[in-house]
């Protein structure tokens, strides 16, 4: 079973910074298949990349996903104030469903 | 729009049951395989099952297998899920989340809001 590790745990951030969260898979993964999603205080996660790299809709450009093998990354380029969130990977494989235990992105 | 709205959380004893229900709407659901994902309230998320278009067809975790059963009534729009033999490791909020019409896109878009499950004595 693939386990998915996120860090940091916790991010702080001021608006206008570049964050850079970080997803590692136990083991090389399909990136068709890796996901980010973006999680607010009481709200539903919502799905924000979807294999690896590609935004999902409502999503602007300064989100980006890269990576490959068990490396994967999620880039917000400058950091607007609704950016603070908690983010969380996910990956699917034959029936399994991964979550990563979340990176909170906090304004500093 | 689309729209998933869960219902039928609560407290319940361990050992007890309860029935979730997820109805949506703003699209042809049963062109579309569903999923429930728990959320303990301040954690993570763990997958709980899918469901395929039909509803001939399930998967579970291994930590519900046995215990809940998901289910779908496609002429109501409404996806369920029957959790019985809850144990205090249940507790969480629990979503119902979209899939796409093959089962293997992989990915949850949208989900509902959710709905509090409590497992207490």
């Known amino acids: 079973e693939i386990v998915l590790t996120q860090s940091p745990g916790t991010l702080s951030l001021s608006p206008g910074e570049r964050a850079t969260l970080s997803c590692r898979a136990s083991q090389s993964v399909n990136s068709d298949y890796l996901v980010w999603y973006q999680q607010k205080p009481g709200q539903a996660p919502r799905l924000l990349i979807y294999s690896t790299f590609s935004r999902a809709a409502g999503f602007p450009d300064r989100f980006s996903g890269s990576g490959s093998g068990t490396d994967f990354t999620l880039t917000i380029s400058r950091l607007e104030p609704e950016d603070f969130a908690v983010y969380y990977c996910?990956?699917?494989?034959?029936?399994?469903?991964?979550f990563g235990q979340g990176t909170k992105l906090e304004i500093k | 729009e689309v729209q998933l709205v869960e219902s039928g959380g609560g407290l319940v004893h361990p050992g007890g049951s309860l029935r979730l229900s997820c109805i949506v709407s703003?699209?042809?659901?049963?062109?579309?395989?569903m999923h429930w994902v728990r959320q303990v309230p301040g954690k993570g998320l763990v997958w709980v099952s899918r469901i395929n278009l039909d509803g001939s067809s399930a998967t579970y975790a291994d930590s519900v297998k046995g215990r809940f059963t998901i289910s779908r009534d496609n002429a109501k729009d409404t996806l369920y899920l029957q959790m019985n033999s809850l144990r205090v490791e249940d507790t969480g909020l629990y979503f119902c989340?979209?899939?796409?019409?093959?089962?293997?896109?992989?990915?949850?878009?949208?989900w509902g809001q959710g709905t509090l499950v409590t497992v207490s004595s």
């Open positions: 703003g699209f042809k659901f049963s062109n579309y395989w």
């Open positions: 996910q990956y699917y494989d034959s029936s399994l469903y991964t």
């Open positions: 989340g979209r899939d796409d019409s093959s089962g293997i896109q992989g990915w949850f878009d949208p």
